[in-house]
């Protein structure tokens, strides 16, 4: 059986990132120190080969894809929206530290007021991720890349990666990422994927497991 591969990569940097900004649905597209990392990231000649190209439909990613990948046309998964953090949306941990909403949140006590619920997002980009298989079996292509925003790729490897790791430590620099194997019948039955190698590659250590 034909295995599949993703190619994950974070968007390149925004002003709100340099900022240390909630940014999660502000649609802001890249910073000028972000499109030249990226383009120097391109002209290094280290990206993966992609068949297919998926990105979220948030500028930054959308910018990112045509810097990387100017040749391809992205396909938009909604699903692949960063996370929505309501009222806290463009704010710094400076800014909201006398909220008493904010220290709820960051203890883990409440969701973030006018939010996303955590529950609702972890189910979106799940299926953010079907979908992606879903098109690249149909469409008989075993290599893609998909271009997403931090919080999504930490999350949903947190919950479907392994080797198995906190989303903490799946963290990645804007124009990295990794890449995926998937395993139709291991995907199948449990929904996993396995964590293969980074980007650009750096011969990813895997706990002896794989």
């Given at each position: 059986m034909?295995?599949?591969?993703?190619?994950?990569?974070?968007?390149?940097?925004?002003?709100?990132?340099?900022?240390?900004?909630?940014?999660?649905?502000?649609?802001?597209g890249?910073?000028?120190?972000?499109?030249?990392?990226?383009?120097?990231v391109?002209?290094?000649?280290?990206?993966?080969?992609?068949?297919?190209?998926?990105?979220?439909?948030?500028?930054?990613?959308?910018?990112?894809?045509?810097?990387?990948?100017?040749?391809?046309?992205?396909?938009?998964?909604?699903?692949?929206?960063?996370?929505?953090?309501g009222?806290?949306?463009?704010?710094?941990?400076?800014?909201?530290?006398?909220?008493?909403?904010?220290?709820?949140?960051?203890a883990?006590?409440?969701?973030?007021?006018?939010?996303?619920?955590?529950?609702?997002f972890?189910?979106?980009?799940?299926?953010?991720?079907?979908?992606?298989?879903?098109?690249?079996?149909?469409?008989?292509?075993?290599?893609?890349?998909?271009?997403?925003?931090?919080?999504?790729?930490?999350?949903?490897?947190?919950?479907?990666?392994?080797?198995?790791?906190?989303?903490?430590?799946?963290?990645?620099?804007?124009?990295?990422?990794?890449?995926?194997?998937?395993?139709?019948?291991?995907?199948?039955?449990?929904?996993?994927?396995?964590?293969?190698?980074?980007?650009?590659?750096?011969?990813?250590?895997?706990?002896?497991?794989?």
């Amino acid at each position: 059986m034909r295995t599949y591969r993703i190619h994950f990569i974070r968007h390149g940097l925004t002003e709100g990132n340099s900022d240390g900004r909630y940014i999660g649905v502000t649609d802001l597209g890249l910073s000028e120190i972000g499109a030249d990392e990226l383009t120097r990231v391109r002209l290094k000649g280290e990206l993966p080969e992609t068949g297919l190209l998926f990105t979220s439909p948030l500028k930054r990613c959308l910018e990112t894809c045509k810097l990387l990948f100017p040749e391809t046309e992205p396909i938009v998964i909604e699903q692949l929206k960063e996370f929505n953090f309501g009222d806290f949306e463009n704010k710094t941990a400076f800014e909201l530290a006398g909220d008493p909403r904010y220290t709820e949140w960051t203890a883990g006590k409440a969701g973030a007021p006018n939010g996303e619920a955590s529950a609702d997002f972890t189910q979106r980009i799940v299926l953010g991720l079907n979908l992606m298989v879903r098109k690249m079996m149909e469409n008989e292509v075993f290599e893609a890349t998909a271009v997403m925003h931090g919080g999504v790729m930490m999350t949903l490897f947190s919950l479907c990666a392994l080797p198995q790791r906190r989303a903490v430590e799946w963290t990645s620099d804007p124009g990295q990422g990794y890449t995926a194997l998937i395993t139709p019948s291991l995907y199948g039955r449990s929904g996993v994927i396995e964590i293969i190698d980074t980007i650009p590659s750096t011969a990813m250590p895997t706990d002896g497991k794989y």
